[in-house]
């Protein structure tokens, strides 16, 4: 509550004082609402149950009418007025879709992350909302789990970046104003750790991956000044972490110092009975407001439980109080006592809805990653008269979207055949989908490899359906599905029998296992999903007038053996030697990815030279300057990504092989040379030893400098930390 002005602080207080119990269990209630014909429904309940108090939060309500209709029936009809904290997952845009989390961290631009969730903030409290369940900041190197589309890859330091950056964005400089929201870092914690990559899955991890990997991007939250915090749906070695007391109070509240609301996911709260920890809604919800969490999201167990809680002394009036104190103090933070209809009071202009989907095409055209191009076949020869244009992903505008399209229209988006259409005018486009996505029908493929013989090139667009990846979409497989492989390989054949290129275009929320493809495309792109000016964007780079950028913030396996492969493995006392048998390796397959992290090529050709720190030895506190050559020795302009990386040499605990640290960039035209500079605080060098306690050991640390994970890409030079 520091952060409380005193007169806010004075109103909560009074308004605490005058609730009954139901109304303090409405504030610490959210029900969901969706959109009738009529107007919201809010499931299982009535506009009355806020009239009375009962609810005092929404989430799934879409249009500033409907929100402004709940509001007005919180604040005008209900006894005490209090205004509704209205929620939905603005995940990566309200109307104008962006780029998902994953595919917007390929852009490794704090700016732009920041960027986009403030024009989403922007457009959902024009709305009326005024919280959104994001930023996901679950650390995954989990192919298989498909909720890695929502969070920042596999770095725990890129997902402490993404934090700060998405907090910034959606919670602008002022919280009280119309076009800022309440964001929710979630999944506290560890939910990228599900066992086998199986949704809600069971996490059994070690306190050290829990605090090394899983922990930093909610403290960076938290010291960004998150306003909330949403606990995962899955149990932590056993505790679910809706009741994890030691997680939520001890390390969420006491150790990061977050003060603000802990919300539940959706149900989790009475789902803690499936868990198997709870017989009934009323241990649920005692379970659950001890270890700190204050509003139940849709369960009721709160409403129903905690009164019949509070009469066999489970749970106190004061642990009640503190959790509706935490309510209220971020309506007032929200400014929502002031002027509960501040949001959703202004419809947006049709000017920032341009300029939002000039943004939306940069950041598409930025998140793509190119991730093979054989003999630069990209981009496309200006003077192409007839492409064939071929795959289920090819004409599929609302697929565009991914995961969480909030209010987006499905036919707001811009297909790749309508983008092709549009940047290559005087060239024929040939379209045919050949298969579904994921169907097993086969009888498309003839006629669509047929469209091989009247075409110089092949654009090839394959990968998941936008609900494919994203809640609830674990996948054993992660390769194409349905029949699509069966229509590349065709494909590849009839393109290779009359020598013309085929690019392959890969429609994702999480790296796809295609070995194969890769090796006989001729260029092979991970798109992702690139959102409402998806066809632009992909167009942009295909043609030339962009050059890629983009950079994969996760590793990319070969096979689903391999699962999890990341670049911050130890090496072990038999590091990986494939012409050694001991060592740690597989006897039927390579240790090395398909893509390390941080792949990506450019339309320049980039060569790195003469790394050297400044100075060479320093103490704990110091900040050294990184320096590098960079140089453009391809014909076209070009930016490169540069990743710095830390190995420790020696140190109490087995390092890490990779710690990444910073990341620059450079456009260069050809044959332009610069240096580089990146800053490496080395604080940021200190690590847990074997008490878990965090130390800066003194010693030699190696600082390596290249445009990927890829050990062999990677320059060295040497550092003495001074302790
Ligand atoms: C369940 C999801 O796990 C969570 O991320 C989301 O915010 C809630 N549903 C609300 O939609």
Redesign the pocket.
């Known amino acids: 509550m520091r952060t409380l002005k005193p007169q806010d602080a004075r109103r909560i207080e009074t308004l605490l004082e005058r609730m009954t119990l139901t109304e303090k269990l409405g504030q610490l209630t959210m029900m969901s609402a969706s959109h009738s014909v009529t107007g919201p429904v809010i499931t299982g309940h009535s506009t009355g149950d806020i009239r009375s108090g009962r609810i005092g939060n929404l989430?799934?309500l879409i249009g500033a009418g409907a929100a402004r209709e709940m509001q007005r029936i919180a604040v005008e009809e209900s006894r005490l007025g209090v205004p509704l904290l209205i929620?939905l997952?603005v995940i990566h845009g309200h109307r104008t879709i962006f780029p998902p989390p994953l595919a917007e961290t390929a852009l490794f631009d704090p700016v732009a992350w920041a960027l986009t969730a403030r024009e989403a903030a922007r457009e959902a409290a024009a709305d009326g909302i005024n919280m959104t369940?994001a930023p996901?900041l679950d650390v995954s190197r989990e192919p298989r789990w498909g909720r890695t589309v929502?969070g920042p890859g596999e770095s725990p330091w890129v997902g402490r970046v993404l934090a700060e950056a998405k907090v910034r964005g959606f919670q602008g400089t002022d919280l009280t104003a119309g076009d800022s929201i309440a964001a929710?870092a979630?999944?506290f914690c560890a939910y990228g750790a599900v066992t086998a990559g199986r949704e809600y899955a069971s996490v059994d991890i070690s306190e050290r991956t829990l605090l090394e990997v899983h922990m930093p991007p909610f403290a960076a939250a938290v010291s960004a000044g998150v306003v909330a915090v949403?606990p995962a749906?899955t149990d932590l070695a056993g505790i679910p972490m809706t009741a994890h007391a030691g997680m939520l109070r001890g390390r969420l509240r006491r150790e990061l110092g977050f003060e603000g609301v802990l919300i539940s996911?959706?149900n989790a709260v009475a789902e803690l009975i499936q868990h198997g920890v709870a017989a009934d809604l009323i241990e649920a919800a005692t379970l659950a407001l001890r270890a700190g969490v204050d509003i139940d999201?849709v369960s009721g167990a709160y409403l129903e439980g905690l009164p019949a809680a509070l009469e066999r002394g489970l749970v106190s009036h004061a642990q009640i109080d503190e959790s509706v104190l935490r309510v209220l103090a971020l309506k007032a933070r929200l400014g929502l006592f002031e002027d509960p209809y501040r949001r959703g009071a202004t419809p947006e202009s049709a000017a920032a809805l341009a300029e939002r989907r000039r943004l939306a095409r940069d950041v598409g055209t930025r998140s793509i990653v190119l991730l093979t191009n054989r003999d630069d076949a990209l981009p496309l020869a200006g003077a192409l008269r007839r492409v064939a244009l071929i795959g289920p992903l090819g004409d599929a505008a609302a697929e565009m979207r991914g995961p969480w399209w909030c209010a987006a229209p499905p036919d707001a988006q811009v297909s790749v055949l309508a983008g092709m259409r549009a940047a290559l005018p005087h060239a024929e486009i040939l379209h045919a989908s050949g298969v579904d996505i994921a169907g097993a029908d086969e009888r498309g493929i003839a006629a669509a490899v047929q469209l091989c013989d009247r075409a110089e090139a092949v654009v090839l667009c394959l990968g998941e359906a936008a609900t494919m990846s994203g809640?609830a979409a674990s996948r054993a497989h992660p390769g194409l599905p349905g029949r699509q492989r069966q229509l590349a390989e065709a494909v590849l054949q009839r393109a290779a029998a009359r020598a013309i290129p085929v690019i392959a275009v890969l429609f994702c929320g999480r790296p796809l296992m295609v070995p194969w493809l890769a090796e006989r495309a001729s260029a092979l792109l991970a798109a992702w999903f690139p959102g409402c000016e998806a066809g632009h964007a992909l167009a942009d780079l295909l043609t030339g007038r962009i050059s890629p950028s983009g950079r994969t913030p996760i590793t990319w396996p070969r096979a689903v053996g391999q699962i999890p492969l990341y670049f911050g493995q130890r090496s072990g006392g038999r590091p990986t030697d494939p012409s050694g048998p001991f060592s740690s390796r597989y006897i039927d397959e390579s240790n090395a990815p398909l893509f390390p992290f941080g792949h990506g090529l450019t339309y320049g050709h980039f060569a790195l030279s003469r790394l050297r720190v400044t100075p060479e030895s320093a103490a704990p506190s110091a900040t050294v300057s990184v320096l590098v050559d960079v140089e453009n020795q391809g014909r076209r302009r070009g930016e490169e990504t540069v990743f710095l990386f830390t190995r420790r040499l020696k140190s109490r605990v087995a390092p890490p092989t990779l710690e990444l640290h910073a990341f620059g960039k450079i456009t260069l035209d050809p044959g332009a040379r610069a240096t580089l500079t990146l800053r490496l605080p080395l604080a940021q060098l200190s690590s847990l030893g074997p008490d878990l306690e965090p130390a800066l050991e003194s010693g030699t640390v190696e600082i390596l400098a290249g445009p990927s994970a890829d050990l062999a890409s990677l320059l060295t030079v040497r550092l003495q930390v001074v302790a």
């Open positions: 989430l799934n929620g997952d369940f996901m929502e929710v979630k999944h949403m749906f996911d959706y999201m809640e």
